[in-house]
């Protein structure tokens, strides 16, 4: 029984994998220029930021909220990090001013959340309408054009290694450290699972929110620098629904809606299925608004998909715990 | 009481992968009778009121009602043949009000569907009214305890006009004057027919209230005997299939000096003039009636809930309780009434639910040091004798005495000095309550301290040194070991 029960956790863990190879294998099947050094570049570059974040939306949901503003506070942090450089020429700067901005927009979602009670969805829509708002302000609606040397973050490479991708695999490494090896990484599940239990033994909730938001703003801001020099423009109204998109990558790679669960490596996978489908569909000529409802029943598969998977799980724990009561034997004086 | 039988089951059988979990049951209860079903977790008697409830489909065998063969799909059905199921775990939306959930699937409504809140409002207060029950209509599920609640299942279903009612567990979350109210209601319920399953671990209130008892050990049917025909110890022996001596394993240890006291604490509108003390080794117990104010004053000692002023002596010195973090430091922890809400982390697994609280113990030098979390925790269950498949199993999947023993085990990894438990045992079986006893004693043995907050008087009187009766928000009462009597209790809780 405890064999059986191993073999289907490994089965649930590598699906997703699984899942991904399959994509893969139908993309370049689909298209001969899918597997491309070319065609993967591009898609591993494009895939930098909605990988990034996507992350951000991970430990968000992992812990039991969301970020809706992702999209909109990534155009402002880029705008006025692009505006910096073109001020200044100083290449770090601008990006610690991306990374700044981003924070400090997270910060108020996070006082919003924490000190006003108020609702993730509710507060992050709000940001997500004054960042955008305020984005377009202070650019008075014109796009931001000619960077210069900004677009090496984005379009640069390092030794034959995209920009994106180095800075997609640091972070990468550096997420999966949190998660796995930090204490807050274990306080994340913990919050989003029950929160009134983690406050009960004694995890500091308040403070591991607002820590939370922290990082994804400094995820928000990394990847509004690489957006920007990506298509080597400051633009207001660009990454619009980029935070659904991020949702939708973290929910397909198993991070659960309810909260309490999710891994690195799903949000990953997710987010390249994503990537590849975009991809496959703009290699084969797709009408763009018809991408553009495939998008969307994409994500309303992955959270019929989280759910049902749960229900599964709670039914599975029916029949363990008859077991386990079995087993129970008694040791009395 | 007849004999004419009401609801019988014949040769049903039940089975999950790997489990067997019901052999061949035969099982009739009477009309008009109480009917008590006793047994250890996971001998099977949910399992049958599932089947019962339209839950669970037989694998095999029949049901019969008034003597004809029924099939029972589903609880809608199961209702429209007059049976009423009072759940032991309380699935209740802390959101919801009482009068939303009084008439849960059967709102008023007028003509056009629209509901009637007008009409739902008069009939709530006419309900509560009628069964003399303290809430207002729109207050929240959430402002209510678990006691609350359990009574206002058992009203709810009552009231539905039922002809056989399953109660499960039905006393373990209320006080001994709501048990008395509840039993006069089973008496009333009888005498206009109705019969009545009771599944209990509470044996005293078993051979207080049953007519038939029939004991249930590994799925199948060990016993069934009217009550007056067995005795308590017949009833424990045939539970565990051989005698067990020495419920309560109170030893007599060594008192040290203080190492609580409370003095003048106050909170607003909850509790008042609390002046309590705390002896190295000694296990103190908080008696009183629901809404008599010991969960909210641990709550606030632990420091979950704000103080409006007081004092706390831990070791003799002053400390400030702002936070359970606060509380930890001092070396006190608390074992939460309402585990569902406060205790489990459902999603996660056994390992991480008994770590949450000493996360510095595995995540340092910068990385996980999981080979020592598993052998840490490992240990503890050990000890403890937590069941479990493995370390990763979630929490959820374990039966409650083991959520029980897991969550007590993340305490005990503190190495705390004092240990409240909220009412500890609450449906738990009678093998879990003995080892949850005898970790009271180590630690007092071990010249710790346990405050302990119960409905169950037998329990307080067995395994306390002192207990402190509290009624509306004060302490009305200390009581020595040597004076403990459930009347004496009562007195002091009314």
């Known amino acids: 029984m405890v064999e059986k029960f191993k073999k289907s956790k490994i089965m649930e863990k590598y699906s997703i994998f699984i899942v991904l190879i399959f994509m893969v294998v139908i993309c370049s099947l689909l298209d001969k220029n899918f597997l491309t050094k070319n065609n993967l570049t591009n898609v591993a570059r494009q895939l930098a930021v909605g990988t990034i974040l996507a992350y951000g939306e991970m430990i968000l949901i992992i812990s039991g909220m969301l970020d809706l503003s992702a999209g909109s506070v990534l155009a402002l942090a880029g705008v006025l990090s692009v505006s910096f450089y073109k001020a200044t020429g100083s290449l770090i700067g601008a990006f610690?001013?991306?990374?700044?901005?981003?924070?400090?927009?997270?910060?108020?979602?996070?006082?919003?959340?924490?000190?006003?009670?108020?609702?993730?969805?509710?507060?992050?829509?709000?940001?997500?309408?004054?960042?955008?708002?305020?984005?377009?302000?202070?650019?008075?609606g014109q796009n931001i054009l000619q960077l210069g040397k900004y677009v090496v973050f984005g379009q640069g490479d390092i030794l034959g290694i995209p920009t994106p991708i180095i800075f997609l695999a640091v972070i990468t490494v550096i997420i999966y450290y949190l998660l796995r090896h930090t204490a807050l990484g274990r306080?994340?599940?913990?919050?989003?699972?029950?929160?009134?239990?983690?406050?009960?033994?004694?995890?500091?909730?308040?403070?591991?929110?607002?820590?939370?938001?922290?990082?994804?703003?400094?995820?928000?801001?990394?990847?509004?620098?690489?957006?920007?020099?990506?298509?080597?423009?400051?633009?207001?109204?660009?990454?619009?629904?980029?935070?659904?998109?991020?949702?939708?990558?973290?929910?397909?790679?198993?991070?659960?809606?309810?909260?309490?669960?999710?891994?690195?490596?799903?949000?990953?996978?997710?987010?390249?299925?994503?990537?590849?489908?975009?991809?496959?569909?703009?290699?084969?000529?797709?009408?763009?608004?018809?991408?553009?409802?495939?998008?969307?029943?994409?994500?309303?598969?992955?959270?019929?998909?989280?759910?049902?998977?749960?229900?599964?799980?709670?039914?599975?724990?029916?029949?363990?715990?008859?077991?386990?009561?079995?087993?129970?034997?008694?040791?009395?004086? | 009481m007849s004999q004419e039988i009401k609801l019988r089951v014949s040769n049903i059988e039940k089975s999950f992968p790997g489990v067997k979990a019901l052999d061949k049951i035969d099982f009739s209860v009477r009309k008009g009778t109480v009917h008590a079903l006793c047994g250890e977790n996971g001998a099977g008697k949910s399992t049958l009121m599932k089947i019962i409830n339209g839950i669970y489909k037989p694998d095999a065998g029949q049901i019969f009602i008034d003597e004809k063969p029924v099939k029972i799909q589903n609880p809608i059905q199961a209702a429209s043949y007059g049976i009423a199921m009072i759940a032991q775990e309380l699935n209740y939306v802390p959101e919801m009000s009482v009068e939303e959930n009084l008439f849960l699937g059967r709102l008023p409504t007028n003509k056009f569907g629209k509901v009637d809140w007008k009409k739902l409002r008069r009939d709530t207060i006419k309900f509560l009214k009628d069964e003399d029950?303290?809430?207002?209509?729109?207050?929240?599920?959430?402002?209510?305890?678990?006691?609350?609640?359990?009574?206002?299942?058992?009203?709810?279903?009552?009231?539905?006009?039922?002809?056989?009612?399953?109660?499960?567990?039905?006393t373990s979350a209320i006080t001994q004057r709501e048990v008395e109210k509840l039993f006069e209601k089973i008496a009333m319920l009888k005498k206009k027919g109705v019969s009545i399953i009771y599944i209990s671990h509470k044996l005293d209130e078993v051979f207080q209230i049953a007519d038939d008892i029939t004991v249930f050990r590994d799925g199948t049917v060990v016993a069934s005997h009217p009550a007056k025909d067995l005795t308590m110890d017949d009833v424990i022996a045939l539970m565990v299939g051989r005698k067990i001596t020495n419920v309560y394993p109170k030893e007599e240890c060594p008192i040290g000096e203080n190492i609580l006291e409370v003095e003048n604490l106050y909170s607003k509108g909850v509790f008042k003039d609390i002046h309590f003390h705390v002896k190295k080794g000694e296990i103190i117990g908080f008696a009183g009636l629901v809404g008599a104010g010991r969960t909210e004053l641990m709550r606030s000692l632990f420091g979950l809930d704000p103080i409006t002023s007081g004092k706390i002596k831990?070791?003799?010195?002053?400390?400030?309780?702002?936070?359970?973090?606060?509380?930890?430091?001092?070396?006190?922890?608390?074992?939460?009434?309402?585990?569902?809400?406060?205790?489990?982390?459902?999603?996660?697994?056994?390992?991480?639910?008994?770590?949450?609280?000493?996360?510095?113990?595995?995540?340092?030098?910068?990385?996980?040091?999981?080979?020592?979390?598993?052998?840490?925790?490992?240990?503890?269950?050990?000890?403890?004798?937590?069941?479990?498949?493995?370390?990763?199993?979630?929490?959820?999947?374990?039966?409650?005495?083991?959520?029980?023993?897991?969550?007590?085990?993340?305490?005990?990894?503190?190495?705390?000095?004092?240990?409240?438990?909220?009412?500890?045992?609450?449906?738990?079986?009678?093998?879990?309550?003995?080892?949850?006893?005898?970790?009271?004693?180590?630690?007092?043995?071990?010249?710790?301290?346990?405050?302990?907050?119960?409905?169950?008087?037998?329990?307080?009187?067995?395994?306390?040194?002192?207990?402190?009766?509290?009624?509306?928000?004060?302490?009305?009462?200390?009581?020595?070991?040597?004076?403990?009597?459930?009347?004496?209790?009562?007195?002091?809780?009314?």
């Not at chain 1, 929110?209 to 207001?236: D, E, H, T």
């Open chain 1, 96 to 140: 610690l001013i991306a990374i700044l901005v981003a924070v400090i927009c997270n910060l108020i979602n996070a006082v919003m959340i924490t000190n006003f009670k108020a609702p993730p969805f509710i507060a992050t829509l709000a940001m997500m309408t004054v960042a955008r708002g305020a984005a377009l302000l202070y650019t008075k």
């Open chain 1, 187 to 333: 306080s994340l599940y913990a919050i989003g699972g029950n929160e009134e239990a983690s406050i009960a033994s004694g995890i500091n909730v308040k403070l591991v929110k607002y820590k939370v938001f922290i990082i994804n703003g400094i995820l928000v801001g990394i990847a509004g620098v690489l957006f920007m020099s990506r298509v080597n423009a400051g633009l207001p109204n660009g990454a619009v629904g980029y935070e659904m998109e991020g949702l939708t990558a973290a929910i397909v790679g198993g991070t659960s809606f309810s909260g309490g669960i999710g891994t690195t490596m799903g949000t990953l996978a997710g987010s390249f299925i994503i990537g590849s489908l975009n991809n496959i569909m703009n290699l084969t000529g797709v009408d763009s608004y018809v991408q553009q409802i495939v998008k969307g029943a994409i994500i309303a598969l992955a959270v019929i998909w989280d759910i049902r998977s749960k229900s599964k799980k709670t039914s599975k724990v029916i029949l363990v715990e008859e077991k386990q009561d079995k087993q129970l034997n008694l040791n009395l004086n």
């Open chain 2, 133 to 170: 029950l303290p809430y207002e209509p729109d207050q929240k599920l959430k402002t209510l305890t678990v006691s609350d609640i359990q009574m206002l299942e058992i009203i709810k279903a009552i009231s539905n006009n039922a002809s056989i009612i399953v109660m499960d567990e039905p």
């Open chain 2, 314 to 494: 831990i070791h003799g010195k002053e400390v400030k309780i702002e936070s359970v973090h606060d509380s930890i430091a001092n070396k006190m922890v608390m074992l939460s009434e309402d585990r569902r809400r406060y205790g489990i982390i459902p999603v996660r697994s056994v390992m991480e639910n008994a770590s949450i609280s000493s996360l510095q113990k595995f995540f340092y030098g910068g990385y996980w040091h999981s080979k020592q979390e598993k052998e840490m925790v490992g240990n503890y269950f050990k000890k403890m004798n937590v069941k479990t498949p493995t370390l990763e199993t979630t929490i959820q999947s374990l039966s409650g005495g083991n959520q029980q023993k897991v969550l007590l085990a993340k305490w005990m990894l503190l190495e705390p000095d004092i240990l409240i438990l909220d009412e500890p045992t609450r449906g738990i079986d009678v093998g879990a309550k003995f080892e949850i006893y005898k970790l009271m004693t180590d630690m007092a043995k071990q010249g710790k301290s346990v405050i302990m907050i119960s409905s169950e008087l037998p329990e307080l009187i067995g395994m306390c040194d002192r207990i402190y009766v509290m009624n509306k928000g004060r302490i009305t009462g200390e009581l020595q070991r040597d004076e403990f009597t459930q009347e004496k209790i009562m007195k002091f809780a009314t």
